[in-house]
């Protein structure tokens, strides 16, 4: 039902939305005279569904959370283990982003589309930043705070559960890059997917997902091939600790 009504008011909005920047679009390019096009940029179709993007967060965090369709908190854990988790998803998270540029492959693999999007990114490194953060935290609010939680609340299996989202998003993640690398979408999703089993809240998956696009977008063009090792020395025992300051107040079934 969650998703449903994601999609739907999704696809209202960019129906609406895009309908909207064509239309304008249209009109500077007749009232400037120019071909028709013109005015379509990158830069400019960046901004305009920027624009979109962002009428669309609200709405969806208006009816999820206004509208009491889905609970949102801040976890089970106490204030102390919390934070704890808060300072270890930041290591985890930038190693799985070096991971990802590790790949000597990966960036031959990318679409054409998707590189350039990369590029424009890195070039409005802030902009990119502050929609990418809005952006996940909206979509972790209805992934994780209301689809996973009411699956979760529904059937408390996690051992099935998790990873069959975790192959899910692996899967997504070959749609969206264009790339053949599923094991690191798959295990950034197993990662989130476990520390919101243990502490059923969305700030930490937040505060990974931004950090992992921070270090992306950081490391766009450059090779750091040689610090592949670290997830394995130091993003591992961040998420062995975290999950262990999370014990006490995991679920049960």
Not at 77 to 102: D, E, M, Q, S
Request: glycine share 8%.
């Amino acid at each position: 039902m969650y998703l449903l009504l994601a999609l739907g008011i999704t696809l209202v909005v960019m129906f609406i939305g895009g309908a909207m920047v064509g239309l304008i679009a249209g009109f500077i390019d007749g009232f400037s005279g120019n071909q028709v096009g013109t005015t379509t940029s990158m830069s400019v179709m960046v901004y305009a569904g920027s624009v979109s993007i962002l009428l669309l967060c609200i709405i969806l965090n208006w009816v999820f959370l206004k509208l009491g369709f889905a609970s949102y908190t801040i976890g089970r854990a106490p204030k102390i283990a919390r934070w704890k988790v808060y300072a270890c998803v930041i290591p985890v998270f930038a190693c799985l982003a070096i991971l990802n540029n590790a790949m000597p492959s990966q960036e031959l693999e990318l679409g054409y589309s998707v590189q350039e999007s990369y590029d424009w990114m890195r070039s409005h490194f802030l902009f990119s930043i502050v929609i990418i953060a809005i952006v996940e935290a909206t979509g972790n609010l209805i992934i994780y705070g209301a689809v996973l939680r009411e699956i979760l609340d529904w059937k408390h299996r996690p051992f099935i559960v998790i990873p069959v989202y975790a192959a899910i998003m692996g899967f997504i993640s070959i749609i969206v890059t264009q790339s053949p690398f599923v094991g690191l979408g798959f295990l950034v999703a197993w990662v989130e997917g476990w520390i919101y089993e243990y502490s059923r809240s969305v700030i930490p998956v937040i505060i990974g997902d931004v950090v992992y696009w921070i270090i992306v977008l950081s490391m766009i063009g450059t090779s750091w091939g040689w610090l592949a090792f670290l997830p394995f020395i130091v993003a591992l025992p961040a998420y062995l600790y975290a999950i262990k300051a999370l014990e006490p107040t995991k679920p049960i079934d």
